[in-house]
């Protein structure tokens, strides 16, 4: 009987968006509105992941299909936003270093990662932490990471591991099944003592915010050549990664990442193809498209005048405050508007600890007179003053057992409460920047987002499988803030030279 394999699994999971304003310490990985434990250590990463579809959750089910040992390490994840600390890194980057050296020897490693990691010291926080753990397995320990879609990929990542898998769906719906195919290299490679050949392919443009959904074109395109590509003799495997936009790093854009039984030749020609097509479709990949706040919600009010009874809300995508890429989640730029056009049934979230501080102060059943949102910085608008009956206070936690982008389950957006405004607009006050993308965000407080003519979801793509099924209408708002689907608003210093589109003529060779 051949030896059960030993499978390491760490994983430090963060997107950073290196314009926000909110930084990335330990206080965030003490608190995280993503999961109940933003830092998991041993068998609570495997616990708090096993009735999840998150990519743990996918490695636990390896380990049962390919009956190896699966040791958590260490797992840290919490809400996107701002630059990540060197404390963060050296601390938790050194804890999860200590552990791989102090429990194995391993067989492999699974590394699971966000891929959009940006910390004061490493740029490409990713790729150098898997140099580290190259550093202490060796060259003969196979490394695979598991990638979200909007990871930027670099070439450190690439050279130090032996097989990225990257998620295919945006929404994500598929962390299980990426999770599932990196443990079917990773295994073949321990046992077989095999390496695929890899390629990563980089041409030089970014895909817009509102192209990212994979099931709508153009993007669907991209992810239909993906598939041509798998489907070929010799592929074992090829992953395309979207790219995180508001990362101010070399490696910001599109990547096309294959890997081919035994030829390199095959995995270049394979990357290159899909990264052609892409290049020559770079504009309508960009483009930013959609109605600003006046005219979405102008759109969204006759629509709602319109809509037959019964039918469920309009729902206004809010682009620029995108909590789940890194924003503040307490722009106005909508709010504001609601209240100017006069909307007398809305429903949003908006982070503001001080205005709940003001409402605990009142207690449920008062009226408050509260200046709501717009206090993390410039970028998203003025606070709107509103006075409001003070309906719910919760501890802000809830768990969605349905189908979640990324396959999160346990919530926690902190102290939260619900303002029921005079000027009309619903308003959940919330303490953390937890993401729309759980409808039980609002039915946990005792309200049904199906009932309101206009919600807000601050996000692009993370809430729609949670608001499409109930949607009369989405309408993604072309809104400004850290997370605008204009690049052009942001001072970019260090992504490469020639990238499209904040250089139009970017050109893009090879041999
Ligand atoms: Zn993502």
Aim: glycine share 8%; proline share 5%.
């Amino acid at each position: 009987m051949t030896k059960k394999l030993r499978i390491a699994t760490l994983g430090i999971h963060h997107e950073t968006n290196t314009f926000a304003s909110n930084k990335t310490t330990m206080a965030e990985f003490r608190h995280s509105g993503l999961q109940t434990y933003a830092v998991q250590r041993g068998q609570q990463y495997y616990d708090m992941h096993e009735k999840s579809q998150t990519s743990m959750s996918g490695f636990i089910q390896a380990a049962k299909k390919h009956s190896f040992e699966l040791v958590p390490l260490i797992f840290a994840a919490t809400d996107p936003a701002g630059t990540i600390s060197a404390e963060v890194f050296n601390t938790l980057g050194g804890e999860a270093l200590d552990m791989l050296r102090d429990q194995g020897p391993f067989d492999g490693v699974l590394l699971n990662q966000m891929g959009a990691a940006v910390s004061e010291e490493y740029p490409d926080m990713d790729g150098e932490l898997a140099r580290w753990v190259r550093e202490i397995v060796g060259p003969d320990v196979p490394v695979a990471m598991t990638l979200d879609l909007h990871a930027n990929i670099s070439q450190q990542m690439a050279n130090e591991t032996d097989a990225l898998v990257i998620y295919k769906t945006n929404p994500h719906t598929d962390a299980v099944p990426r999770a599932l195919d990196a443990c079917d290299l990773i295994v073949r490679m321990a046992q077989e003592n095999w390496r695929p050949a890899k390629w990563l392919e980089q041409p030089p443009m970014v895909i817009g915010i509102f192209q990212h959904d994979t099931r709508d074109m153009p993007m669907r395109a991209v992810m239909d050549d993906l598939e041509t590509v798998l489907a070929q003799s010799g592929i074992v495997g090829a992953s395309i990664g979207e790219g995180y936009p508001w990362s101010d790093v070399h490696e910001n854009g599109l990547a096309c990442y294959v890997l081919h039984e035994d030829s390199l030749e095959e995995a270049k020609r394979a990357a290159r193809w899909i990264a052609d097509r892409a290049w020559a479709n770079r504009e309508v990949l960009y483009e930013p498209v959609g109605p600003s706040p006046s005219e979405a919600v102008e759109n969204a009010l006759k629509s709602a005048a319109t809509k037959p009874d019964g039918s469920g809300p309009i729902v206004l995508l809010d682009v620029g405050d995108n909590i789940g890429a890194g924003s503040s989640g307490d722009s106005t730029f909508l709010l504001a508007e609601a209240v100017k056009q006069g909307s007398k049934s809305w429903l949003q979230t908006i982070r503001d600890p001080q205005a709940i501080a003001v409402c605990l102060e009142a207690g449920i059943g008062e009226t408050v007179t509260v200046e709501i949102g717009g206090k993390t910085d410039s970028l998203h608008g003025r606070p709107v003053q509103l006075t409001g009956h003070i309906t719910r206070m919760s501890d802000g936690r809830f768990e969605d057992t349905g189908t979640v982008h990324a396959g999160w389950r346990y919530f926690d957006g902190g102290t939260t409460i619900v303002l029921e405004t005079e000027e009309g607009p619903t308003v959940a006050l919330v303490t953390t920047r937890v993401g729309n993308m759980s409808r039980e965000q609002f039915y946990s407080l005792g309200y049904r987002p199906d009932d309101f003519d206009i919600v807000v979801a601050k996000g692009v793509v993370s809430p729609r499988p949670a608001y499409q099924p109930i949607a009369y209408e989405m309408i993604t708002v072309n809104t400004p803030g850290a997370t605008s689907a204009d690049m052009s608003t942001f001072d970019y210093k260090h992504v490469r030279k020639s990238l499209y589109p904040l250089d139009p003529n970017a050109r893009y060779v090879h041999d």
